[in-house]
């Protein structure tokens, strides 16, 4: 069981980028650490801090549920997209390790799918 984040194109040959929920969830950590956060930390995730209190582009997939919630908008994906090939960049100088090369690839085929929805102008989907 997993999830997939794809444009909401309606092509079936777009590139798309999946995960299973366990796997997602250490990446959005790894992506929160990223921007001074931690994930435990805020409101949904165990914690007390509401995501108002936070600033952050990323914040609309960080804060996105596993399951459900609202496909993110163009905008949110072309505000998203700059931060996040910043972040990918900097974690492909960090070093190896198994987890970070995944997070890094992941990372990299999350930036091509949010990429195409902004082109497309289309909203990308979680299923």
Same mark, same amino acid.
């Given at each position: 069981?997993?999830?997939?984040?794809?444009?909401?194109?309606?092509?079936?040959?777009? &590139? *798309? =980028?999946?995960?299973?929920?366990?796997?997602? /969830?250490?990446?959005?950590?790894? +992506?929160? !650490?990223? @921007?001074?956060?931690?994930?435990?930390?805020?409101?949904?995730?165990?914690?007390?801090?509401?995501?108002?209190?936070?600033?952050?582009?990323?914040?609309?997939?960080?804060?996105? &549920? *596993? =399951?459900?919630?609202?496909?993110?908008?163009? /905008?949110?994906?072309?505000?998203? +997209?700059? !931060?996040? @090939?910043?972040?990918?960049?900097?974690?492909?100088?960090?070093?190896?390790?198994?987890?970070?090369?995944?997070?890094?690839?992941?990372?990299?085929?999350?930036?091509?799918?949010?990429?195409?929805?902004?082109?497309?102008?289309?909203?990308?989907?979680?299923?």
């Amino acid at each position: 069981m997993g999830l997939i984040l794809f444009p909401g194109d309606g092509d079936t040959t777009s &590139p *798309d =980028v999946s995960w299973s929920y366990g796997g997602f /969830a250490a990446f959005r950590r790894r +992506l929160a !650490r990223a @921007e001074g956060l931690t994930l435990s930390g805020m409101r949904g995730f165990g914690g007390e801090l509401p995501w108002s209190e936070v600033s952050t582009v990323l914040e609309p997939l960080l804060d996105h &549920p *596993d =399951v459900g919630g609202d496909d993110l908008s163009p /905008a949110d994906c072309a505000a998203i +997209l700059p !931060r996040l @090939e910043t972040v990918i960049d900097q974690w492909a100088k960090d070093g190896d390790g198994t987890l970070l090369h995944e997070h890094t690839e992941k990372g990299r085929r999350l930036a091509t799918v949010l990429r195409l929805c902004v082109e497309k102008d289309v909203p990308l989907l979680f299923l």
